[in-house]
Nanobody, 115 residues
Framework: QVQLVESGGGLVQAGGSLELSCVAS????????MNWYRQAPGKQRELVAR???????RYLDSVKGRFTISRDNAKNTAYLQMNRLKPEDTAVYYC?????????WGQGTQVTVSS
């Protein structure tokens, strides 16, 4: 069964940090790029960060210098380290990979940043 399971969300004060994890199963993890998306209430889902199979990374402009995406292929896990969080980072964060015809999504993890 192909699956992505996120964890690590929570409530944090502005300026704080959180690390999200995404554990993958059911596919050959190391050959696929991994993405972190987020969706805030009333807004469209947006791509926050992406890491290619070779480790190349790309970030949403508003998170550059604050967020770091990484992966551990031995653990089939992708991470999103989020530092200097802002209230506008509040959203449900989703892990995604482009495996299969429609890709695979995790269930999401809530991140709430209080001011």
């Amino acid at each position: 069964q192909v699956q992505l399971v996120e964890s690590g969300g929570g409530l944090v004060q502005a300026g704080g940090s959180l690390e999200l994890s995404c554990v993958a199963s059911g596919f050959t993890f190391y050959i696929y790029a991994m993405n972190w998306y987020r969706q805030a209430p009333g807004k469209q889902r947006e791509l926050v960060a992406r890491i290619g199979s070779g480790g190349t990374t790309r970030y949403l402009d508003s998170v550059k210098g604050r967020f770091t995406i990484s992966r551990d292929n031995a653990k089939n896990t992708a991470y999103l380290q989020m530092n200097r969080l802002k209230p506008e980072d509040t959203a449900v964060y989703y892990c995604n990979t482009e495996y299969g015809p429609r890709g695979v999504w995790g269930q999401g993890t809530q991140v709430t940043v209080s001011s």
